[in-house]
C-alpha cells in the first residue's frame, strides 16, 4: 500500500478517493504498510496539512487498527510512542524502536535527541 491511500483515508480532502481509500482498509483485503509508507505519511500530514505531532501520532495509531492493516504493530506503535515521549524525529524513532526491540540497543548517529531514549546507546561516530 502507498502512503496516497493512507492521506485520502486520514484527511478525506477528496470524496471519492476518500471513500474508496476508506472502504479499502475496512474491508476484506490485507494491505502491507511498510514502516517507510508510515514515515512518509507523517511527513505529508505535517508539512502540507500541517498537523501537530500530537494528531499525526493520533492518527497513525488508528491506521494500526484497521482490519486491513498488516504491520509490525509493536514496532510501529512503540516508535510513535518514542516520537512523542522523547520528542525525537520519527525517522529516528523508529530506528531508535528497532534497535530496542530486535538489538542490539545501540544506534551510530550524530543526532543527540537519541541520548532521550532510556536504554539506548548512541555511538556517536
Do not use: K, W
Not at 483485503?29 to 517507510?36: G, H, Q, Y
Not at 512503540?78 to 538489538?103: C, F, K, N, Q, Y
Request: net charge negative; hydrophobic share 45%.
Amino acid at each position: 500500500m502507498d502512503t496516497n491511500i493512507l492521506i485520502r483515508h486520514i484527511t478525506r480532502d477528496h470524496d471519492d478517493p476518500a471513500r474508496q481509500a476508506t472502504d479499502l482498509l475496512r474491508g476484506p483485503r490485507r494491505l502491507l504498510l511498510e514502516p517507510l509508507v508510515l514515515l512518509e505519511t507523517a511527513f505529508v500530514l505535517g508539512g502540507p496539512y500541517g498537523y501537530t505531532r500530537e494528531r499525526i501520532v493520533r492518527c497513525l495509531l488508528d491506521v494500526l487498527t484497521l482490519p486491513a492493516i498488516v504491520a509490525d504493530t509493536h514496532l510501529l506503535s512503540t516508535a510513535l510512542a518514542l516520537h512523542v515521549e522523547h520528542r525525537i524525529e520519527l525517522p529516528d524513532a523508529v530506528l531508535a524502536a528497532t534497535a530496542l526491540l530486535d538489538g542490539p540497543p545501540v544506534v551510530a548517529s550524530f543526532d543527540r535527541g537519541l541520548d532521550r531514549v532510556p536504554g539506548l546507546e548512541r555511538l556517536a561516530p
